[in-house]
């Protein structure tokens, strides 16, 4: 079967450009591009300014302590896979990626696992749940975070919690409002307001077997509760006064 001069120009123009990157890459090489020393390293890390545990001078200690910062070691001795998984696993790293240019230039970027509230439960427990519902280490480093306390195993803070703070933290007026979040042991929540000096009551949270509806059960859960407790603080504590009631 005879081929086209169409067909026939495509094959050769493929095949040049095949040929064409295979004595980039080996002229890459032999112009001793693999041996230059690194001489710069750029590290990005996603929303490290807003919130978040780590950030540059964290990334780079680490590197350093393992041995593997790049700066002055030859590009081609440079195993970007290496600092790639060493970033990983980091329990506050979600992802890590590396690469490297002629240059001398390296490249590292990271997203962090970003938590949304800080367990502290009455058994013992004391750890962070993150953006994705999973469990984070504690840390010396400070968040300013909301607090769950009470009656609250892993399960529940994962399922149920971990939803809630992600409602409350994507409100601007109600992360400033709420300190604190209290498990009762039928696990009905209480929430502390930094104003006042009194608990405010919501009720359980709605049970949802799906992840997606129990986000959205959750979020309308807060919207009807929030609402009727800012208009209670506008038609009624400010006119009998922020300390008059302990429990509302």
């Not at 929303?47 to 964290?58: E, L, R």
């Not at 769950?148 to 409100?171: D, E, K, Q």
Request: overall charge positive; hydrophobic content about 35%; glycine content about 6%.
């Amino acid at each position: 079967m005879k081929l086209s001069r169409s067909k026939i120009f495509f094959v050769v123009s493929d095949v040049l450009i095949a040929v064409y990157l295979l004595v980039a890459f080996c002229s890459f090489d032999k112009k001793g591009g693999n041996h230059t020393p690194c001489n710069k390293v750029s590290i990005d890390i996603a929303d490290n300014v807003t919130s978040g545990f780590i950030d540059t001078k964290i990334i780079k200690d680490r590197l350093q302590k393992n041995g593997i910062y790049p700066i002055g070691k030859e590009i081609c001795k440079i195993d970007t896979r290496h600092i790639e998984e060493m970033l990983s696993k980091s329990p506050f790293v979600q992802t890590a990626n590396c690469y490297k240019t002629e240059g001398g230039h390296v490249y590292i970027s990271v997203t962090q696992r970003m938590p949304v509230i800080r367990i502290k439960a009455e058994n013992g427990d004391d750890y962070y749940v993150d953006d994705n519902d999973c469990v984070m280490p504690t840390t010396h480093y400070t968040s300013d975070l909301i607090i769950a306390t009470g009656n609250i195993n892993r399960w529940y803070a994962t399922n149920y919690l971990s939803p809630l703070g992600r409602v409350i933290m994507a409100n601007e007026m109600w992360k400033n409002l709420i300190e604190q979040i209290n498990v009762l042991p039928n696990y009905g929540i209480e929430i502390v307001p930094r104003i006042g000096d009194h608990i405010v009551h919501i009720g359980r949270l709605p049970d949802c077997k799906n992840r997606t509806e129990r986000f959205a059960a959750i979020k309308k859960f807060m919207d009807v509760k929030m609402t009727r407790l800012s208009k209670f603080y506008k038609y009624g504590l400010s006119t009998v006064g922020w300390n008059k009631y302990s429990y509302i």
